[in-house]
């Protein structure tokens, strides 16, 4: 899906019509204070609640880290197709800042499985910390250990995401392809939600790194394009707030949040809470096609 940032005469004329946006950025502050709350809401009485209340501490963290060292304005050289390009992008140092705030935040409650973690975290050089970035960037997961995963990411996260916040929001999609890919930095999606409000019915694909939503139209895979063999799961019941979408074809699936369903529904939250759905479906042989950022592949 290439993109196209937009002089200032067509941001105007984009304004004045009523043409859906091709791309949704967070709001910095919110994002965070609305998935820490989300994952607390969804532990309670839930069989992985220590890890969903887990996870809603690294979210403050987040927050905590992002406001107190913002990343300062950046002088950047915008691409019409991936601006932010996860795999090519000469990141900053300012992402290991981020990584150490994390850690210091969330030490003295660890437990002491994630202590060592965050201890090995805390003693590893500069190098070793790139290297297991460069690895998360381009997917090779596999170099990983999930564990230190979770911690690299969330930082990179909240670098990258301050990243898109500094992109020109007038935009336009000028084709339709690669849309499996996040359009501002090539990462893969989290979920799919399904928007009510001025954009009822609308699907906004996620991105799991700078959190950017994108638009895709519905009745299509996700990954693959095709729309032929496309099938919708749930566990409790069809109204659930959660979904797969699986597709025949590629034999991939990827979460869909119905914001109709639930208004609270936070696409990283809700993916996580949902592992039940997981399971579910890898015993139907389908390969997940978007990416958690608090649920690495183990390989």
């Not at 880290?65 to 601006?83: G, H, I, R, S």
């Not at 895709?216 to 749930?234: I, P, T």
Request: with cysteine; charged share 25%; net charge negative.
């Amino acid at each position: 899906m290439a993109i196209r940032i937009l002089p200032e005469d067509e941001i105007k004329q984009a304004a004045n019509s009523f043409q859906n946006p091709a791309l949704l950025f967070a709001n910095p502050t919110n994002l965070y204070e609305r998935r820490a709350k989300r994952l607390r809401d969804l532990a309670k009485d839930h069989p992985f609640a220590d890890y969903l209340n887990f996870a809603a501490k690294i979210a403050d963290a987040q927050l905590i880290a992002l406001t107190e060292n913002p990343l300062e304005k950046q002088d950047m050289a915008f691409k019409d197709t991936y601006p932010l390009d996860a795999k090519n992008w000469q990141r900053h140092t300012k992402w290991r800042e981020y990584l150490t705030a994390l850690l210091a935040e969330l030490k003295p409650t660890a437990t002491a499985q994630i202590q060592a973690t965050i201890d090995w975290l805390e003693k590893a050089s500069s190098d070793e910390l790139e290297q297991l970035a460069d690895n998360l960037l381009q997917q090779d997961f596999a170099h990983v250990e999930s564990d230190k995963a979770v911690f690299i990411w969330a930082a990179l996260s909240v670098y990258w995401l301050q990243l898109a916040h500094q992109l020109p929001r007038g935009t336009q999609t000028e084709n339709a392809e690669g849309l499996h890919y996040c359009p501002v930095c090539h990462s893969a999606p989290v979920a799919s939600v399904i928007q009510f409000g001025s954009s009822q019915g609308l699907r906004y694909l996620h991105c799991s790194l700078c959190e950017t939503e994108w638009n895709m139209v519905r009745a299509q895979c996700s990954n693959c394009g095709h729309s032929k063999e496309l099938d919708y799961w749930a566990i409790d019941n069809d109204n659930a707030p959660t979904k797969a979408e699986s597709c025949g074809e590629c034999h991939s699936y990827l979460k869909i949040v119905y914001q109709e369903k639930d208004p609270y529904v936070e696409p990283v939250a809700d993916d996580l809470a949902s592992l039940f759905l997981d399971i579910e479906m890898e015993e139907k042989d389908f390969s997940r096609s978007g990416l958690n950022p608090f649920m690495f592949p183990s390989e």
